[in-house]
């Protein structure tokens, strides 16, 4: 299986378009808003190479912060435009509100196909990438708020590990 995703990783998006006739797509989408995180959430993504996952829990993060950000502002009509700028310059270098998304995958090509997406879509804050194994994960226990694996549960040997 190795092997397999390691010859395939540039193409890995593109097969998923082609099998699922985009489908995919939406699941994730659906995915997002069935999880509904909120800033401050921290997603582990395993088997995630590619990074879709990721980068839509980092939209959705960002839209979240986005709508909190003006509800703020709305509620601070009384104070003046100067205390109001600082305030929006404070809180938008904080676009995520302190969720982090790690990207975990056994396959350091699908991990650079991933890293390299990332750094073409313009993605950096919030996300990191790990070489690790979904059957013996290098994290501390209790550490993230949700677990995500999508399509990669097909690839694990022993899921009860």
């Avoid at 990783?9 to 909120?38: E, F, Q």
């Avoid at 009384?78 to 270098?93: A, G, P, R, T």
Wanted: glycine letters at 6%; one cysteine or more.
């Amino acid at each position: 299986v190795y092997q397999v995703f390691e010859t395939v990783a540039k193409k890995y998006d593109v097969m998923n378009d082609s099998m699922t006739l985009g489908i995919h797509r939406v699941w994730k989408d659906i995915l997002m808003h069935k999880m509904n995180p909120c800033p401050g959430t921290l997603l582990l993504d395993v088997a995630g190479g590619t990074g879709d996952i990721a980068f839509r829990f980092i939209n959705y993060v960002r839209s979240v912060r986005q709508r909190q950000l003006q509800r703020k502002l709305k509620n601070h009509q009384n104070l003046s435009w100067q205390e109001i700028f600082e305030s929006y310059q404070k809180d938008k270098f904080n676009s995520l509100g302190d969720s982090q998304v790690v990207v975990c995958d056994i396959n350091r090509e699908m991990l650079k196909v991933g890293k390299q997406k990332a750094q073409h879509l313009g993605y950096s804050e919030g996300l990191s990438w790990v070489l690790g194994n979904a059957e013996e994960l290098p994290f501390d226990d209790d550490k993230f708020d949700v677990y995500t694996i999508a399509f990669g549960i097909r690839n694990v040997t022993r899921i009860d590990l």
